[in-house]
């Protein structure tokens, strides 16, 4: 087996953990990760060799880029406070606790290199975690905090852990020039990310038809995450503003197709990159032992276990006074998303589980310095990471639902109800309130139009049932049983339509752009 058909039996994986991981109660991720370490025991798999430098932006931009579509700029306005405790202060606690740990622990270790494991083992993972409090029905908070502080957090980690890189690499290290570097990397990557999604949209807006603007979309996160690299920026910082900057301008309300057929496509992306990089964790971790310049395992698994051990520790500590404080400090009136009590603290914390951005920074460690050397005990800390990545995603990834199950935390229902009631309302308001317009403006016959004001109200109602009264409700569960039944007849008919356009495929003589096109049309009927 070479490399090649090792990426495409870790793409296969991915595919099949998702389903795989809902019938056996199993987050995909962790499903993963154990396939990976089942394949590195087969002897005809080989070592995964990837070149450290290509890690970052072949797997960072996409699942950044990704994650950013499930949240939106209001989000990180009305958060910040939590995000700074979580993403910013947090990191460079954890980072800074981890390489007091490993520095007295290693010996012979460079603090920049101790600085460096820090920054990688500091970022919970948002793909992991967020994976499984969805399935929980957790507080939709505690899920937004979670993907705001793994944006946020991963952007923070990366900045140190180059800083950190450069001053092991160089052999240099200030703390003025490491302040300044920063705020450059930061700035460079807010101005590259906001002028790559901004030409970006306008390239959009031209171009038109949805594949090619999802094809765009593929490749502006790393446009954005080169820019920015080459100016000298932060790669993930552009990428996160381009994402927001697109999200927050980019919606068309009227491109249902492209809305439709470009979350699915980024849900499959947000798969195949996740899933590989979790079999890489398996996959590695077991090519790892023995191969860590002749130290014992025992003392190596010691180490990751003190490791992993201030990780979990340090942000339990953190957490509870800086939610406390965030609290204190925010309005009861503030729409921010905090947690609303000990039990949901205690799930945040317990769901701060490590994975893909670990992964990524651990391999992308340098493997020689700027003088020729090799990077001084790179394979001690690609070991330790990968423990604490494993160690965390199995542990805290299989006993967070019983955790939740405990503690009865459990969503508002009320609230996204409520939430759902309001939109609904507002939908069908401004239905309505636009087809008055247009019967005034275009003298529609009223007969159809009491047809179409009947179905705009009843779209409402479909879409939030406690618009109605309870004659109403009931009504609409005949009718809507009714619609059920034409629905399920109309797809029978529509299926016998698809089948006989694609059996006409294979009779000679027949163009099979003809039947494409003819089959898009029904495709596109059937979603209405």
Known sequence: MDQFVLLLALLLGAVVAVPAGERLGV????????GGIVLALLPFVPNVEVPPELILPVVLPPLLYAAVQRTSWRQFAANWQPIVLLAVALVFVTAAAVAAVVDALVPGLPLAAAVALGALVAPPDPVAATAIAGRLGLPRRLVSILEGEGLFNDVTAIVLYNVAIAAAVTGTFSVPGALGRLALSAGVAVAAGLAVGWAGGRLADRIGGSEAQIGLSLILPFVGYAVAEQLHGSG??????????????????DDVLGRLAGGSFWQVVDMLVTGVAFGLIGLELHHLFGQEDGRPAAELL?????????????????????????????????????????????????SGMRGVASVALALAIPRETDGGAAFPERSVLVFIAFVVVFVTLLVQGLTLPWLVRRLGVKGDTAAERSLERDLARRAAEA??????ELQEAEDLPDEPVDALERRVRYLGTRLSPDLADDERRQAFAHRAEQVRRLRRVEREVMSAARRA??????EPGTDPEVVDRLLYQLDVRSLH
Do not use: C, F, H
């Not at 998303?337 to 945040?348: C, Q």
């Open 501 to 506: 356009v694609l059996s006409a495929r294979n």
């Open 27 to 34: 987050p995909p991720p962790v499903l993963m990760t154990l």
């Open 431 to 436: 239905g309505l309130r636009r087809l008055r």
């Open 236 to 253: 993930v910082l552009a990428v996160l503003t381009t994402a927001l900057y697109l999200t927050s301008t980019g919606n068309d309300a």
């Open 302 to 350: 010691r180490w990751s276990a003190a490791v992993t051990g201030v990780v979990v520790a340090v942000r339990l500590l953190w957490l509870l006074p800086a939610a406390w404080l965030a609290q204190k400090a925010r309005p009861a009136v503030d729409d921010a998303d905090l947690p609303a009590t000990w039990r949901e603290t205690i799930v945040m914390w317990w």
